[in-house]
């Protein structure tokens, strides 16, 4: 999907729905009931004013201990058809699913991608080639520009605990924390929480198929490195703590034509494909570490002949994440 701003179908739909939430009387009142449904919360932490609408999948064994996952989608934004992909994995391991929904209309690239940490995105003389098959987007690293967000209350990170904590009041549920799930999209967010905003309730984090990744270095600059932010050498050792896991399908590289993909000059150094960007961000993580002389607790997952695929990519994070024993 375009990092700047298009509506689509699908988008245009949840925008529909998201904007009726004001005048609806579900708003905060958050009730889950077994089986698949949505609530909607209108107290998010970054933007309080855009209504958020959470699609859940309650399994039948579901009791006080079970596990809790939340499931960030791609850039389609389609939160009910991620959550979807997970019933099965859901009832079988007896995880609660909550997906949330941010519409592309009310968070851009630089709202959902980045998870806020950046603002007043423009990307100027920007080529759309569409020759391969699949969708990229072409830009000079000059041409990207933005302001950056300090204020880590304007991040969206925040609103996954509020998201986790109204769905443990509403199931009267015992966990203290939760795991997190994102494709695409919604693993860029994901690798990027792990690095600005590690001190969550959060306990495992699996960040699949990123196409783009923020370094965690200072030498290269924002958004694919952390040059010009405030981030400390603590704040990076805590980062590095996180239950980070890198999920990759293999097949995810540079022929894939599903999805979309940005390039620039610093982009395209991490690789072309989201298969050798995803090797590139681990290995170059873990350097950064090591010169910190701190703990590495990240992963790296290949899932076999997959590529851009949310749906097997899901089964393959379910089956990492609840059918083995944790390793951590």
């Known amino acids: 999907m375009n990092p700047a701003k298009r509506t689509t179908a699908a988008a245009a739909a949840c925008l529909a729905a998201t904007a009726s939430l004001t005048a609806v009387a579900d708003v905060n009142t958050v009730t889950v009931r077994q089986g698949s449904g949505d609530f909607a919360l209108q107290e998010g932490i970054a933007q309080p004013d855009r209504p958020i609408r959470v699609y859940y999948h309650k399994p039948a064994s579901f009791d006080e201990h079970s596990p809790i996952l939340l499931v960030l989608p791609g850039a389609g934004r389609n939160a009910w058809d991620y959550r979807d992909a997970w019933i099965e994995a859901s009832e079988t391991h007896g995880v609660l699913i909550l997906s949330p929904s941010y519409p592309e209309e009310l968070y851009d690239f630089a709202g959902y991608h980045m998870g ?56 009267d549920s015992a966990r203290n924390s939760y795991d997190l799930f994102g494709h695409s999209a919604g693993g860029q967010i994901l690798h990027r929480l792990a690095i600005f905003s590690p001190a969550l309730k959060v306990d495992r984090i699996v960040a699949a ?16 490195g952390l040059g010009g932010t405030q981030l400390s050498e603590q704040d990076l050792r805590l980062a590095f703590a996180a239950k980070l896991t890198l999920l990759l399908g293999a097949n995810d590289n540079v022929h894939e034509t599903r999805g979309s993909m940005l390039h620039t000059p610093t982009a395209d150094r991490q690789g072309l494909g989201r298969y050798s960007r995803g090797r590139f961000f681990y290995r170059k993580s873990k350097e950064a570490a090591r010169l910190l002389d701190t703990g590495f607790n990240w992963r790296l997952e290949v899932v076999e002949d997959v590529g851009h695929d949310f749906r097997r990519m899901s089964q393959a994070a379910a089956d990492f994440l609840y059918a083995a024993p944790d390793e951590s």
């Open 116 to 171: 806020g940490v950046i603002q007043d995105l423009e990307l100027e003389n920007m080529e759309v080639d569409t020759e391969s098959g699949s969708t990229r987007y072409r830009i000079a690293d000059e041409d990207i520009r933005f302001t950056r967000r300090h204020n880590p209350e304007q991040w969206i990170f925040g609103d996954f605990d509020l998201i986790f904590r109204r769905a443990v009041e509403a199931t």
């Open 209 to 224: 198929n990123s196409g783009s990744y923020t370094l965690p270095t200072h030498d290269v600059p924002m958004p694919f």
